[in-house]
């Protein structure tokens, strides 16, 4: 993701157990965030898939939904954040 490594993120692709996480995403100095990207989870099938690796995240790393939907809500400890209103803002994660 080209636009976390312009805000000086080191980003890689990840895993959380069995499933693929699409990065993980680190500051020098800053602990690790996971983070899924999809266009949109309004479809509950979607919405399903992408949080599913969350679901297996056992420590305290932040995680983050990003997609294009208008009125992003987060669940279960997963913030979910409109990537244009992000990118925008000039806001990294967090």
Not at 2 to 31: C, I, K, Q, T, W
Not at 34 to 45: E, L, N
């Amino acid at each position: 993701m080209h636009y976390l490594r312009s805000r000086d993120y080191d980003v890689s692709v990840g895993s959380v157990g069995r499933l693929e996480l699409d990065f993980l995403a680190r500051r020098v100095g800053d602990s690790y965030a996971y983070v899924q990207v999809s266009m949109s989870v309004v479809d509950p099938g979607v919405e399903e898939r992408e949080y599913r690796p969350f679901r297996n995240v056992r420590d305290s790393w932040p995680c983050y939904l990003l997609t294009l939907d208008p009125l992003p809500e987060g669940k279960d400890g997963v913030r979910h954040l409109n990537l244009m209103e992000m990118m925008a803002r000039g806001d990294g994660l967090g």
